[in-house]
């Protein structure tokens, strides 16, 4: 944890919070030996820009039907062909990126450190629109019914018409003084947004009108020292059967029944990355770089990896029948989902990876640090 803090207190000089303190804690558990029972190989690799150096900023790509959008921390957007890597469109924004892209309706999203969001055309990139928001842009959402949604630095969520970008409402919460930096993405689903915020609290909106539906805490701060009484709703959220699944940093993973909010149930796990689910499981990596497996139905625990301890470890997604994480290093590390033990690895990125690895058709893409846009698949030792 005396790591965390340390990163957490550095990461709050940009919050404007003025602390600073060294890191002499725990260092990150050394690349593990593995059996190799499968064999991770790149189908493709691109640069297409140094994405970022700083572990707070998360530029997620977004995949289409043939097709993954990326930008660098400098504004540079480009789009690759899933199949061969080719070349799509690139275009400079001339600003600087704070959000990963999304988008929908054939158009592409990011969002901006000068609190824009700019739109872009899907098929060649051009530039439709931008609009000024209240703050340094941190996540944009997908698009459900002409409608996406912003999530801005000061804890607002703006709702904007994602053809000419005008506004259709405008909500959120208080930002407290020291909070992680950065924010989740919020969750479309069917006519509303779940969205997490700084204070420990989930709720969920209507999307023509902006009201609350119902809203919960996943988090409630507690201690004497203001790191202590940190809480954030920063990480994915996942919807499944009708049940939405959230985990809160210094706070708990819960499951809700998405119409009304009711906790179906809880318990105390602490992550920044958010939650992932694959069949019956709830998968998750906590604020040590743990990766767990829970029964999603009742939070039981069926399995933890700890051997990628404190490695910056990525949100786990699913993979064929495998489940897959990034860390800082720029190794993407392949698990048996029956039991969590490490099956295979590749290296990417020198520089780390960044974001949220992207699943289609059993082909994983990932974004380095150092600018690395790659396509990796597998094949089984017994096809080597």
């Keep these: 944890m005396a790591r965390l803090l340390a990163v957490v207190m550095v990461a709050a000089l940009v919050s404007g919070c003025g602390l600073w303190v060294k890191d002499t804690a725990e260092p990150p558990a050394p690349l593990p030996h593995i059996e190799a029972v499968v064999t991770p190989h790149v189908l493709w690799h691109r ?3 140094r994405s970022g150096g700083t572990s707070h900023v998360q530029l997620s790509p977004y995949l289409t039907q043939d097709r993954i959008m990326v930008t660098d921390a400098q504004g540079r957007v480009s789009a690759w062909a899933l199949e061969d890597g080719a070349n799509l469109w690139r275009i400079h924004l001339q600003v600087p990126v704070t959000s990963g892209v999304n988008g929908g ?17 899907l ?4 530039e439709l629109w ?34 000419t970008g005008e506004p ?10 020291l909070s992680l930096r950065g924010a989740g993405m919020p969750l479309m689903i069917s006519g509303r947004v779940l969205a997490g915020f700084d204070n420990g609290r989930l709720a969920m909106f209507g999307l023509t009108r902006g009201n609350v539906i119902w809203e ?26 009708g049940v939405v699944y959230g985990v809160a940093y210094q706070g708990r993973v819960a499951a809700l029944g998405v119409a009304d909010g009711r906790t179906l149930w809880q318990r105390e796990l602490s992550s920044y990355r958010g939650v992932t689910v694959m069949g019956d499981l709830l998968l998750l990596t906590d604020a040590f770089g743990h990766v767990w497996a829970l029964d999603r139905r009742n939070g039981a625990t069926l399995w933890q990896q700890d051997m990628l301890r404190l490695r910056g470890v990525t949100l786990p997604v699913a993979v064929g029948e495998y489940v897959v994480v990034g860390d800082d290093e720029g190794y993407l590390h392949w698990l048996d989902p029956e039991d969590g033990t490490l099956v295979g690895r590749v290296r990417t990125d ?12 059993d082909v994983v893409y990932v974004l380095g640090r150092g600018g690395n846009l790659s396509a990796v698949t597998l094949r089984s030792q017994d096809d080597s």
């Design 123 to 126: 098929e060649a990139g051009r």
């Design 130 to 163: 931008r609009r000024r928001l209240s703050s340094e842009v941190m996540a944009v959402s997908a698009v459900e019914q002409g409608v996406m949604v912003a999530r801005t630095n000061d804890g607002r969520l703006h709702a904007l018409d994602v053809l």
């Design 350 to 361: 020198r520089h780390g990876i960044m974001g949220v690895p992207q699943v289609r058709a």
């Design 105 to 121: 309706d054939g158009v592409v999203m990011v969002g901006t450190g000068h609190g824009e969001v700019i739109a872009l055309d």
């Design 216 to 241: 919960t805490a996943l988090a409630v701060p507690s201690g004497r020292s203001e790191l202590e009484r940190m809480v954030d709703v920063d990480g994915a959220l996942a919807l499944a059967g």
């Design 168 to 177: 259709r409402w405008l909500a959120g919460r208080t930002t407290p003084a």
């Design 47 to 49: 640069n297409v820009g």
